[in-house]
């Protein structure tokens, strides 16, 4: 099945990611290349955006950043079934991380950003929770830090139905591996896999079939070309439909 319900809201399996587009630092020198390739170019990132619609990977997990939103929003006009998950801006510009902007284009899922999420303050954290909330999306928190953060979310009981993370067969970028899978296997939220190749350091052939060894409930994967887009959403429909 191509998506999972989470509170009336229909959320894809599988998800382009665009850390990709913004030349995120875990990629190295290429992510400087593929940030200037498009970053700015709305129309090249929608177009994988569709190409990864009709191969099965029906959204896009998105930043408020350069011209991703417009692309997110381009490929959604083109495909009906295209759904917007996304995560707010690292900085405070003036108007709450860009959350506004995450609703305008209907992310069902609008994530706190890590930057934000991993400091642990309460009171920062409640509010801006509460905001996503009394918009009608479903508020979620992307961790880098998995092991200490999930389990804050639990203590303190917050409305956060859905948790963005690294999760990764080599525990890349996770911390403690066993203890983020026991959290993970433990605990009913609604689990993303961000990291699921490590960066390119996986192949899709085994990232994929990890997952599914877990409660993973979808996965959102950066990908850069039609041709890498079929062949690692072909090996994640296999896991995930």
């Known amino acids: 099945m191509s998506y999972i319900e989470l509170e009336s809201k229909q959320i894809p399996r599988i998800t382009i990611g665009t850390s990709p587009f913004m030349g995120a630092g875990q990629f190295g020198v290429i992510g400087s290349v593929w940030r200037a390739e498009f970053f700015q170019n709305a129309e090249k990132m929608a177009?994988?955006?569709?190409?990864?619609?009709n191969q099965g990977a029906k959204?896009?997990?998105v930043i408020p950043a350069g011209a991703m939103l417009d692309a997110a929003v381009?490929?959604?006009k083109r495909c009906p079934d295209f759904a917007i998950i996304g995560s707010t801006l690292w900085e405070h510009i003036g108007n709450y991380f860009h959350i506004d902007d995450l609703v305008k284009v209907d992310s069902r899922i609008i994530f706190l950003h890590g930057s934000i999420s991993d400091n642990r303050e309460l009171t920062l954290i409640k509010p801006l929770l509460k905001k996503i909330r009394l918009a009608g999306k479903i508020p979620g928190i992307a961790t880098h830090y998995p092991a200490v953060t999930i389990p804050f979310i639990h203590q303190n009981k917050l409305d956060c139905p859905a948790i963005l993370l690294p999760f990764n067969l080599r525990g890349a970028f996770m911390g403690d591996q066993r203890a983020v899978e026991e959290l993970v296997d433990s605990l009913d939220y609604c689990f993303v896999a961000m990291k699921s190749l490590a960066a390119g350091q996986i192949p899709p052939t085994k990232a994929f079939p990890y997952l599914g060894e877990h409660n993973i409930s979808a996965v959102t994967v950066g990908m850069v070309s039609e041709e890498e887009i079929t062949q690692t959403v072909s090996e994640a429909k296999k896991v995930f439909f």
Request: hydrophobic fraction near 55%; aromatic fraction near 0%; include cysteine.
């Open 47 to 53: 177009q994988l955006m569709i190409h990864a619609c």
């Open 59 to 61: 959204g896009v997990e």
């Open 74 to 76: 381009l490929a959604k």
